[in-house]
């Protein structure tokens, strides 16, 4: 019943077999009574009329052979006229009888009114026309104390009432077949432009914005299909827009960072000698020779995280994929960075992966980074392996023991431009490094979560493959090494 369809054909199948049902009712109702009504006025009045002929002449009181010659006087001509039948000995009954179907009550109307009465009952299953009077005699119509009753059978009228029954039943089927089909016919015409805007709203989403439905007629769906048409070329245009200008970004920011590239390397170069000679340096000299080194060496680290980010953006960066042991690797990334002896290892030997090294080592780096700078020691690195050789995965587990991130923050870890610390301003970080991490463990077919473990501290978890399997929004691998794009 969730359908519009079901909903369809349950309101039109309701609407017309009420509309039917209502309408044989009717119709039988009235029949019903005209036919009953006639059948009435024709028996009483014939009852009526032979009643007052036959004993105008009656002597009173009337003797037993009167009132016989009075039920032979009545029966037959009913028999032949109407077809009923007549209770008693002779089709009269007399008062003080009991036989027939005579209800007390309509005895007790026509002794107590002193006039014809006559009603309908059922005795047996078989509906009866009971018609009583009492006997009155000569020109004055003097009460003779003799009441005469008439039993007529409507198993006539029963019969005809039945085939008006199923006249009707047999009225109401076609109808509501009607309906249903009328149904399936107004469904299919309002859910056709239903299920042709769920189609076209569906490859909207899914990227195609050049979608557009044609319009016929001039009803609501029509009205709506051109809403939805206009709507999808506002969509189209301001999507064309933003990713003309997103292009135009990041184009600006990889033409900027890479113009800086070769006069910061000269400025650091510079920077370099003069912190070398800081020490024959007077006065504040010295401490600016080393503050100017420190700043040149933090922006050639933000312009590098720029352009490796400008590579992620563009769809640029591949992987360049080797067998690895996964634990040398880490140890290789500590020791080049002389953090050996900082870093508590949990590595188990002989576990080995494809993987790029050199991103595998800025992963390492940006996790185990992240942890001495704005942790506590001791940091941890611990490193398991999960599932089959073939299509397991392994997990490093980078852990510090300080006051763990900020729960305000820590939606936002992995955030360009982020920095751990909301409070501090400036950092020897770039605040791109655990975005590029995560970019390069995307690359991978993997990924990267944080949390607060309730012992204290940051806990950063890298998820890899031991075969990258990129996501369909990242670019391929390649399978031998080459050099890095620019």
């Known amino acids: 019943m969730r359908g519009l369809r079901a909903r369809l054909v349950v309101v039109f199948v309701l609407l017309g077999g009420l509309s039917a049902l209502t309408a044989a009712g009717l119709v039988y109702r009235q029949a019903s009574d005209l036919m009953l009504k006639r059948t009435e006025w024709s028996v009483v009045n014939e009852f009526r009329l032979r009643v007052a002929t036959l ?50 009550a309509l005895r007790r109307s026509v002794a107590g009114r002193h006039r014809l009465a006559y009603q309908r009952v059922v005795s ?19 009460p003779s104390g003799v009441e005469a009753y008439l ?46 805007l769920d189609r076209a709203a569906r490859r909207l989403g899914a990227g195609e914005l050049d979608t557009r439905l044609k319009v016929s007629g001039g009803d609501e769906l029509a009205r709506l299909v051109k809403t939805f048409n206009a709507t999808a070329a506002a969509l189209e245009a301001n999507v064309s827009e933003l990713r003309e200008m997103e292009v135009r970004a990041r184009r600006f920011v990889a033409d900027v960072s890479h113009e ?76 080049t960075r002389g953090w050996t002896a900082r870093v508590a290892l949990d590595l188990p030997p002989g576990v080995r992966i494809r993987m790029d090294p050199r991103r595998f080592d800025v992963i390492t780096a940006n996790l185990v980074g992240n942890a001495l700078r704005h942790g506590a020691p001791p940091v941890t690195v611990r490193l398991r392996a999960e599932g089959p050789q073939d299509t397991g995965r392994i997990v490093i587990e980078v852990r510090d023991s300080g006051e763990g991130v900020d729960p305000d923050v820590l939606p936002h ?49 890298l998820t890899l493959p031991r075969h990258p399997v990129p996501s369909p929004d990242r670019p391929g691998t390649s399978p031998s090494r080459r050099p890095e794009p620019g």
């Open 260 to 335: 800086l590239r070769t006069p910061l390397a000269s400025i650091l170069a510079m920077a370099d000698m003069f912190e070398e000679e800081a020490g024959r340096l007077e006065g504040d000299l010295a401490q600016a020779a080393r503050l100017m080194n420190l700043e040149v060496g933090r922006l050639v680290r933000l312009v590098e995280d720029l352009m490796e980010i400008s590579r992620f953006d563009a769809g640029a960066a591949r992987l360049i994929l080797d067998d690895v042991d996964v634990a040398d690797a880490v140890r290789a990334c500590l020791r």
């Open 151 to 196: 039993v007529t059978p409507l198993g006539k009228e029963a019969a005809d009432e039945d085939a008006l029954v199923a006249a009707a039943r047999n009225g109401v089927l076609p109808v509501v077949a009607l309906a249903v089909l009328s149904a399936l016919l107004a469904a299919g015409g309002v859910l056709r432009p239903v299920r042709d």
């Open 413 to 461: 870890v992995f955030d360009r431009f982020s920095k751990a610390d909301a409070a501090r301003t400036r950092s020897d970080g770039s605040g791109l490094g655990l975005a590029i991490a995560l970019e390069n463990a995307r690359l991978h077919g993997g990924s990267i979560d944080v949390a607060n473990p309730p012992g204290g501290g940051a806990l950063f978890s």
């Open 124 to 142: 047996a299953g078989t509906p009866y026309l009971v018609v009583g009077t009492p006997v009155l005699l000569g020109r004055q119509r003097t």
């Open 55 to 104: 004993t105008e002449n009656m002597p009173h009181p009337p003797d037993r052979a009167a009132l016989q010659q009075l039920a032979n006087g009545v029966a037959p001509a009913f028999l032949e006229a109407t077809g009923a039948a007549v209770y008693g000995n002779s089709g009269l009954i007399a008062s003080g009888d009991g036989t027939g179907p005579i209800t007390p």
